[in-house]
């Protein structure tokens, strides 16, 4: 969807190292969301945001840290990857009000930790 | 927390043939979605659906909130169809955790 971009869409890091995952939207949506997609799992809730500063912690969120300083932009932060972060991260966006709750989603980024 | 049920786990179809998926769920929901992950990975929104009917163009969807669970009907199907269909959930307004089933994987073959 244009509206909403995730970078890098691949990456290889080392266990130990840190990484940031970035989602860019541009529909100016209250909600925002990280989601890891794993074999057997189907998609798992790690973190989300509901407005700049505002964020909480979702089903997975152990190793994981967010931030918000923009509507627009919501980093998801590695502090030190091990081989069990190994998937493919979904970042999603939703409007949020009370008519429609409908989910975007960015393209996803593959991260491999070796 | 809720449990999300899809069958079938997987699906072969022959160009041409319709087909019915299902998703159960094992409490009262808020928000029910479908959506479309195709083969390179993107996750399309099919249906924002949380009870009745809805219908966009070969696809429809109903949901019977009562009974817990929800139907993805696909008409005419075609190669452009294969992928995992996903139904997610969400329990309450501003729950905000959309829980997923494991997925459907549909393959249409011409």
């Known amino acids: 969807d244009a509206g909403i971009t995730q970078s890098p869409r691949h990456k290889v890091t080392e266990t130990g190292t840190p990484v940031t995952l970035r989602c860019h939207q541009t529909e100016n949506h209250r909600y925002m969301y990280w989601y890891r997609q794993d074999p057997g799992h189907g998609l798992r809730l790690i973190h989300y945001s509901y407005g700049v500063k505002d964020t909480d912690k979702g089903e997975v969120s152990d190793g994981y840290s967010v931030s918000r300083s923009k509507t627009e932009d919501f980093l998801l932060t590695l502090e030190s990857a091990t081989s069990s972060q190994t998937s493919v991260y979904f970042c999603?966006?939703?409007?949020?009000?009370?008519?429609?709750?409908?989910?975007?989603f960015g393209s996803g980024t593959r991260l491999t930790v070796v | 927390g809720i449990q999300v049920e899809q069958s079938p786990p997987d699906l072969i179809l022959q160009e041409g043939a319709n087909s019915t998926l299902r998703c159960n769920f094992s409490d009262s929901v808020n928000n029910l979605q479908w959506f479309h992950q195709n083969p390179w990975g993107q996750l399309i929104n099919l249906f924002y659906?949380?009870?009745g009917t809805k219908q966009n163009g070969r696809l429809s969807a109903t949901t019977v909130a009562t009974e817990r669970y929800s139907l993805l009907y696909i008409s005419s199907s075609q190669t452009t169809d294969s992928g995992v269909y996903f139904c997610a959930v969400e329990l309450g307004a501003g729950a905000n955790n959309l829980f997923f089933g494991t997925g459907t994987r549909l393959t249409v073959i011409p």
């Open positions: 999603a966006i939703s409007g949020g009000d009370s008519y429609y709750y409908g989910y975007t």
């Open positions: 659906i949380p009870s």
